[in-house]
């Protein structure tokens, strides 16, 4: 079921991203607009195994699927440390499309997401930590045409968390042509995929993440890794 969604772009204080081609060129966007995409997999079984595990986290299901989530622009972050409130928060393995004046990039992400938030609601918890984005990109039209074979994984703690390939999410084309339906395909948007599931029994709440896509096809790999370190307790 397809929701006609109304989303018009908030001005902010843009966070300017900078990403290393193949080419040895680099791109760089101000992020004017920043969207996550939610229970985006191909397969009807990968969607519900990944409502089942956010079922045992409290987190009620969505009404439509796939989702889509606006995220304030400035929690598009390239960095190596992610402070957090309390110990439920985790990432989620995934790729990410940037739009920029000449080009419509791929690049590595993970979606630092607050769990104890995200029982009271999916859109609140996004806007409580950033999309970790990597530092290297490829260019969309370069690898569109096996995109499906590109792998995807994860550790957290060091533990494989997550593992598979794009075949298993809805493509990067099929979010192009969403974004230019909402008239959002436009230099500064970025948007991540969804998520793929993750492992039975691996502690999800670790203090590093690690991401990576890797293209069999050249060997080539994008990564995003950083540490998870707790705030002080507030005063008052």
């Not at 499309?97 to 995200?118: G, I, K, N, Q």
């Not at 996004?126 to 096996?146: C, F, I, M, S, Y």
Request: glycine residues 8%; proline residues 6%.
């Amino acid at each position: 079921m397809r929701k006609e969604y109304r989303m018009s772009t908030v001005r902010t204080q843009a966070t300017t991203l900078s990403f290393d081609l193949p080419d040895g060129s680099v791109a760089e966007v101000a992020v004017t607009t920043l969207l996550n995409g939610g229970y985006a997999g191909r397969s009807q079984e990968d969607v519900a195994a990944h409502v089942r595990e956010l079922a045992e986290l409290g987190v009620p299901a969505p009404s439509v699927t796939p989702s889509l989530y606006p995220v304030s622009p400035y929690l598009a972050q390239q960095t190596s440390t992610v402070p957090a409130q309390h110990g439920k928060t985790s990432g989620e393995a995934e790729w990410a499309l940037v739009v920029t004046d000449s080009d419509v990039l791929l690049t590595v992400a993970c979606d630092h997401t607050d769990r104890a938030l995200e029982v009271h609601g999916v859109a609140w918890s996004k806007n409580a930590g950033p999309d970790v984005l990597g530092r290297k990109a490829w260019r969309l039209a370069d690898v569109a045409d096996r995109i499906d074979s590109i792998e995807l994984t994860a550790w957290a703690g060091g533990v494989e968390i997550q593992r598979g390939t794009l075949a298993e999410l809805l493509t990067p084309r099929y979010w192009v042509d969403r974004l230019e339906e909402l008239g959002l395909l436009a230099p500064g948007t970025v948007l991540l995929s969804g998520t793929i599931p993750m492992h039975h029994g691996v502690d999800q709440f670790a203090s590093r993440w690690r991401v990576e896509l890797r293209d069999p096809a050249t060997g080539d790999v994008l990564d995003c890794d950083y540490e998870v370190t707790r705030l002080p307790d507030p005063i008052g």
